[in-house]
């Protein structure tokens, strides 16, 4: 199986701290994604990566950067966390080729900026 | 024009009946469809993906494309409580993004 984890479930941090989260996956695969999800918003892709130090922005990629270093870790960085990225933030990864190519996503992690 | 479309809901099918969702897409040269469940609070899953048109079925779960009109469909049969939760529709083109739609929210009356 598939596996996507995410360093913390739930995340609670004060306006303009540096805030990092983590993705891991075990399946070798090349491409990573960070989305963020909000109610009536659905999935806003920030970054993704399809290979190491590769990375392109999405949809959203104001106040957020993000690290791959190595190819089964991917790192979604907030560098001045504000009230308005409170939001649910899942991780996915996929395979590069082939029809397929079906996101797997993480648990998720809800961050909480006051 | 938003790339995926789906009907929001709520949608509310009694026990046992057949669920039906749709979703609309843009983008012409799209091939790969998915479907993810979603409960509240929880990450999407993968139920079924499917790239050629016509049906296919997984179980109680039927996807069914149209490229011609540009639809993709999910049918669940005797539906249960348990399928209550909200279904994305998803497309990839040859590129490597995912264009989810805002999902609907399906709820199964006991």
């Known amino acids: 199986d598939v596996k996507v984890t995410q360093s913390s479930r739930y995340l609670v941090k004060r306006t303009g701290e540096k805030v990092f989260l983590e993705c891991v996956q075990d399946?070798?695969?090349?491409?990573m994604f960070w989305y963020r999800q909000d109610p009536g918003l659905g999935l806003r892709l920030i970054y993704f990566?399809?290979?190491?130090?590769m990375k392109e922005k999405g949809d959203i990629p104001e106040g957020y950067s993000v690290s791959r270093e190595k190819k089964e870790r991917f790192s979604l960085i907030l560098e001045s966390a504000s009230t308005n990225q409170t939001s649910m933030y899942l991780c996915?990864?996929?395979?590069?080729w082939g029809r397929g190519r079906e996101q797997y996503f993480g648990p998720g992690t809800r961050l909480t900026v006051t | 024009q938003k790339e995926v479309e789906q009907n929001s809901g709520p949608l509310s099918v009694p026990e046992g009946a057949i669920a039906s969702l749709n979703c609309t897409y843009s983008?012409?040269?799209?091939?790969?469809f998915f479907w993810y469940r979603q409960y509240s609070g929880k990450s999407p899953e993968l139920i079924m993906f499917?790239?050629?048109?016509g049906d296919k079925e997984d179980g109680r779960f039927t996807a069914q494309l149209n490229k011609a009109s540009q639809y993709v469909s999910l049918l669940i049969r005797d539906s249960q409580p348990s399928d209550s939760a909200t279904y994305l529709c998803?497309?990839?083109?040859?590129?490597?993004?995912?264009?989810f739609g805002t999902g609907t929210s399906l709820t199964v009356i006991p």
């Open positions: 996915a990864s996929s395979l590069q």
């Open positions: 983008d012409r040269g799209s091939q790969s």
């Open positions: 499917i790239y050629s048109n």
């Open positions: 998803a497309v990839t083109n040859t590129g490597n993004q995912f264009y």
């Open positions: 399946m070798d695969h090349e491409n």
């Open positions: 990566s399809y290979d190491v130090k």
